[in-house]
């Protein structure tokens, strides 16, 4: 889808037009292009401004009336050896079980197989030719192929052009919500990481304070325990030591 939309947003407005109608119509002959994806990149670029939505609903829905028209001649002409040569040469959208479905499908809705079938990928590209190769009479063909390709070139493509634009507006409103939720983000975040840095300011000095009073305190007590284990259990304030040097004069004559 991307290739298809830079693609497309490289051609001037009438160009967009003329190829969503052949893409859609050659896709609604029974080739397997990518009509649905061009259509909504169609729709896309009309909700962004660069192409019409009603050109691009019309074209979408011209192409779709015409290719099925075509389809259907070509499968009432080739019938369902057709079918089966176009099932050998694309087995991934025309096998015989993409086959046996669409008829079980024209079998149970009978000619509004058409209608609903535009909104139903295989269906899209097997209606026209499948119809035919029926004998689906064509007047009662026309008119579900006509209903079906203007109810979904019209209304796929306002859906989405409705949509893009809903779109684009509340991405507008939700970038100035964005811009002020990340400013009120910031604000917060600021005022929290100086309030946490003032009060580690405020607790570093009371901090500093009670770990050098309990460095004297501890220095205090381990003075005091070395000069109680100096002087001894017995002789409190060096009683022994004065002793001692009192014998020697007592022996002397």
Known sequence: ????????????????????SLIIGLESMGIPL????????????????LANPLAVASAASFG???????????????????????????????????????????????????????FVALLRILAGPLAGALRVPYHRFLVANASGGLVWGFGTTFTLYLA????????????????????????????????????AATADPAAAETAETAETTKTAETA??????????DDPGGKNDHQQQREPSECSP
Do not use: N
């Open 1 to 20: 889808m991307h290739e298809i939309q830079v693609w497309l947003e490289a051609q001037p407005p009438e160009l967009i037009y003329f190829f969503v």
């Open 34 to 49: 990518p009509g649905e994806i061009t259509l909504v990149t169609a729709s896309l670029m009309a909700a962004s401004g």
């Open 64 to 118: 779709a009336i015409v290719g099925d028209s075509l389809g259907y001649a070509i499968g009432r002409r080739g019938g369902r050896a057709l079918l089966r040569r176009l099932g050998r040469r694309f087995p991934r959208h025309f096998g015989p079980a993409h086959i046996a479905d669409a008829e079980a499908l024209f079998a149970r809705w009978g000619v509004w197989a058409v209608f609903f079938g535009r």
């Open 164 to 199: 893009g634009q809903a779109a684009e507006r509340w991405l507008r409103g939700f970038g100035w919500i964005a811009l002020a939720i990340a400013v009120l983000f910031g604000c917060a975040t600021t005022y929290l990481l100086r309030r946490r840095s003032r009060r």
């Open 224 to 233: 005091k325990t070395t000069a109680g284990r100096d002087a001894g259990p």
